[in-house]
């Protein structure tokens, strides 16, 4: 591989560098996400098939001669870059990312090395000219999203698994990666500054990191304040977005279509996110989103320390849909009232709220406290869990002219709200205290599994300095009196164990309980006859989700070392189901995954264990079972439908670190 050496590592800034690079990034917590090209022209639909986007043409496998057409036929007059903007800005965006080239090839730019761009297309306007214009008057950051793979470029690897007839003969990977950070320049040279560089498209095995360090380095030694995502590696754990360990990670993390369950300390993230079921335009697509969901994922995200970056496919004349126009303009009547709740914040000290989210900001002499209400007191009494600090003074942020009142109740400040919510969807309360804040977070329980055969270590836990857990076994409201947790708690019975936090001899949290069940292992089974290997059915179809294998007739069926589908395989939609044996070292509480995309079950002696169905990308799921050593049955359904493939199966438990289930412990009986 033969890699450009820059005379700086872009890689090795420091922190400081790092955060200045970033701070408008972190400031802003809200952009407009466009993907579009010639797939807009289709608008979702092909051969009688509603379902398409954006992949329409690996989706739909369409021959390259015949996608070429849409060049023809797209001629977005209505378009105007003017409206786009101010679109933008009215929803309090502070930032647009559009897709310079999606997986497709297709440019809507002017580029000198490529002719499959919109200069070839009737509109013969460079696209992205006219938007970096209108976001340079309007105060909009222009960023870009470009395509590492191309199925358009001959020198791009690997083809498309059905491009049968397109040979690559004489296609040369290396030649695609000039052709690459030749487009690339263009972009970083003619539209002015380009604030961030959103790359996708990297997970195929012809991408590394190496490759994805170079053209980090290349990149911003073009443009060295740019900001580029971590898809510029070759690392990202799938739509989680995050980087693997010891992966490059560029700048920020991109969960896609998801919200982390909790914030990121020292990580910088953005969850990308449609506003229906499709990024590129689907004329058929009506399951929009609605205003209240969205604002209320970005106060959400906004909690957790990330960016929200809201996803809208243009028509092929140039227009956003009018569902996609409406919810940009409710957005920004709220925005204009609520957006200092938003911009340049952080993420909240609580772990948990049950009535909405939490924003915070430094003020002079303490913290100011965004209380994002979703769930408005019925009482009257908004309540603040566990927090010690003095309060300054409470108000709506609508209404910053009239004090709340506002009352120390144990652990809890309690506010006194009106009857009425000044917002149906998120009305925002803001709380100033003294100092930084003092929470307490709840006690945490854990434990392996809430069930076990002899015994159970179970460990009580806290994030909290200078705080003491006390404990009881029989569900009783711990005090005083009760033991002080002192390392792990060992179970050898049913119990159920409650913890609460004291400070200087005072209860300073609710009580935190769970349940453990001492319960039986299920017996193994008899197996003769048996030999190394698994059985496995291998079917063929188009599914939205796992469907019952046990109706459908086998394409082919054979044994194989494990759950591999690799034999036999043909084409992006098909499935397996592998059933037989596994073997279990000892009596135990086991647990089993399945990493799968797209969807998988597992079933030990016909008992649903893990359930990891329907259609997405890498995902992992889990569950747990008693089992007594010996043989048990297993059976793994999997499907695929396009896109990446994988199934992995692991197991941990019964004195197992968690390991994909080995070849020698699974059999098939002759």
């Not at 802003?28 to 098939?49: D, M, S």
């Not at 409206?83 to 929803?91: E, H, P, Q, Y």
């Not at 002219?401 to 149906?424: G, M, Q």
């Not at 709380?431 to 392996?448: Q, T």
């Amino acid at each position: 591989m033969c890699l450009s050496l820059f005379a700086q590592d872009f890689t090795k800034e420091t922190k400081h560098q790092h955060d200045a690079r970033m701070e408008w990034w972190r400031e802003a917590r809200f952009g407009l996400f466009i993907h579009w090209g010639l797939y807009a022209v289709p608008a979702g639909e092909w051969k009688n098939q509603t379902t398409y986007g954006e992949w329409i043409r690996s989706q739909a496998q369409i021959p390259i001669e015949e996608y070429d057409k849409f060049l023809g036929q797209f001629n977005p007059v209505k378009f105007n870059a003017e409206d786009w903007v101010k679109m933008t800005r009215g929803a309090g965006m502070k930032y647009i990312v559009i897709t310079s080239k999606h997986h497709d090839g297709f440019a809507l730019f002017d580029s000198k090395v490529s002719d499959f761009d919109v200069m070839s297309t009737p509109y013969k306007k460079d696209i992205l000219k006219e938007l970096a214009d209108a976001c340079r008057k309007h105060g909009i950051k222009m960023c870009f999203y470009h395509s590492i793979m191309d199925w358009h470029h001959p020198d791009y690897l690997p083809r498309r698994i059905w491009e049968n007839n397109r040979s690559t003969e004489g296609a040369d990977f290396e030649r695609y990666i000039k052709y690459l950070k030749a487009q690339l320049k263009e972009l970083l040279t003619n539209y002015g500054d380009v604030a961030v560089l959103w790359f996708d498209g990297e997970w195929e095995n012809t991408w590394a990191d190496k490759r994805g360090i170079d053209l980090y380095n290349y990149v911003r030694s073009i443009q060295p304040k740019i900001i580029i995502n971590n898809r510029v590696g070759a690392s990202r754990n799938d739509l989680q977005g995050f980087t693997k360990g010891g992966g490059f990670a560029g700048d920020f993390g991109t969960p896609e279509q998801q919200i982390p369950a909790t914030g990121m300390p020292g990580i910088d993230w953005e969850t990308c996110m449609t506003m229906n079921d499709n990024w590129g335009y689907n004329k058929n697509d009506k399951n929009w989103k609605s205003t209240k969901q969205i604002l209320q994922m970005l106060a959400d995200i906004a909690s957790k320390g990330g960016n929200y970056l809201v996803n809208i496919g243009p028509t092929a004349e140039g227009l956003f849909p009018k569902e996609g126009v409406d919810r940009l303009k409710e957005i920004g009547n709220w925005m204009k009232i609520n957006s200092e709740s938003i911009y340049g914040t952080k993420a909240s000290p609580f772990e948990n709220i049950t009535w909405g989210r939490c924003t915070q900001k430094e003020i002079k002499g303490g913290t100011r406290l965004f209380l994002h209400v979703f769930n408005w007191p019925d009482n009257g009494k908004l309540i603040v869990p566990g927090i010690f600090n003095k309060v300054k003074k409470a108000f709506l942020l609508s209404d910053a002219t009239n004090s709340l009142v506002s009352n120390r109740n144990e652990y809890d400040i309690e506010i006194e709200v009106p009857n009425e919510a000044p917002d149906k969807i998120n009305s925002v309360v803001v709380l100033d205290i003294i100092g930084k804040p003092d929470v307490i977070d709840l006690p945490k329980i854990e434990a392996d599994a809430d069930i076990f055969i002899n015994d159970l270590d179970v460990n009580c836990l806290t994030n909290n300095k200078n705080i003491q857990l006390r404990f009881t076994l029989d569900g009783g409201v711990p005090d005083m009196k009760s033991p002080v947790v002192k390392g792990k708690i060992v179970l050898t019975k049913t119990s159920k164990v409650s913890v609460r936090a004291f400070r200087a001899g005072k209860p300073i949290s609710e009580t935190v309980q769970s349940l453990f069940t001492k319960v039986k292992p299920l017996k193994s089974i008899n197996a003769d006859n048996i030999a190394s290997g698994i059985n496995y059915k291998y079917f063929e179809g188009d599914w939205n989700a796992l469907p019952n294998f046990q109706d459908l007739k086998p394409v082919s069926t054979g044994t194989s070392k494990n759950f591999s589908f690799s034999l036999n395989k043909t084409g992006d939609y098909f499935g397996y189901e592998f059933s037989g044996l596994i073997k279990i070292p000892r009596d135990g509480v086991y647990r089993f995954y399945t990493s799968s995309d797209d969807g998988s079950r597992l079933y030990i002696d016909n008992q649903l264990v893990v359930d990891n169905d329907q259609l997405h990308g890498i995902q992992e799921k889990n569950g747990i079972i008693p089992l007594a050593s010996g043989f048990h049955s297993i059976r793994v359904g999997f499907f695929e439908k396009t896109g990446g493939e994988d199934l992995r199966v692991f197991i941990s438990g019964g004195g197992l670190k968690r390991q994909e289930i080995s070849d020698n412990i699974l059999f098939y009986q002759k």
